[in-house]
C-alpha cells in the first residue's frame, strides 16, 4: 500500500521558518522524483520544487528559490522542505509528490496545511 505522509504544517508569523516531512512507504523510494506541490484557496496547485531520485539535483519556482530549500533522505524513505523567511502569500495546503523515473506513475500525499498570518 502506496502511503505518502506529511507532516510539520501549521501556523507561523511572517518571516518565520517552518519544515515540512513526508513519509514514503509502500514503493521503491529511490526511483521516484520527489516534489513539493502547493496549491492556495481558488488556485491552481503549483510545482514548489523537486529533487531527483539520488538527491543529486533541484529545482525550484522562481518566488521559493533563496527561501525554500528540498532535500531527502533516501536511508529513510523521507522528503523535506525547509521554508525560510515566510510570506503571507506562501499559505497553502503543500503536497508532497513521487513521480517514477520510469513511466508515468506517480502518487500524492494528503497535503498538509501551511499559514502564514500576523
Known amino acids: 500500500q502506496v502511503q505518502l505522509v506529511e507532516s510539520g504544517g501549521g501556523l507561523v508569523q511572517p518571516g518565520g521558518s517552518l519544515r515540512l516531512s513526508c513519509t514514503a512507504s509502500?514503493?521503491?523510494?529511490?526511483?521516484?522524483?520527489m516534489s513539493w506541490y502547493r496549491q492556495a484557496p481558488g488556485k491552481e496547485r503549483e510545482m514548489v520544487a523537486t529533487?531527483?531520485?539520488?538527491?543529486?539535483?533541484?529545482n525550484y519556482a522562481d518566488s521559493m528559490k533563496g527561501r525554500f530549500t528540498i532535500s531527502r533522505d533516501n536511508a529513510r524513505n523521507k522528503l523535506y522542505l525547509q521554508m525560510n523567511s515566510l510570506k503571507p502569500e506562501d499559505t497553502a495546503v503543500y503536497y508532497c509528490?513521487?513521480?517514477?523515473?520510469?513511466?508515468?506513475?506517480?502518487?500524492w500525499g494528503q497535503g498538509t496545511q501551511v499559514t502564514v498570518s500576523s
Open positions: 529533487v531527483t531520485n539520488t538527491g543529486g539535483s533541484t
Open positions: 509528490n513521487a513521480r517514477s523515473i520510469v513511466g508515468a506513475r506517480q502518487y
Open positions: 509502500g514503493f521503491t523510494f529511490t526511483m521516484y522524483a
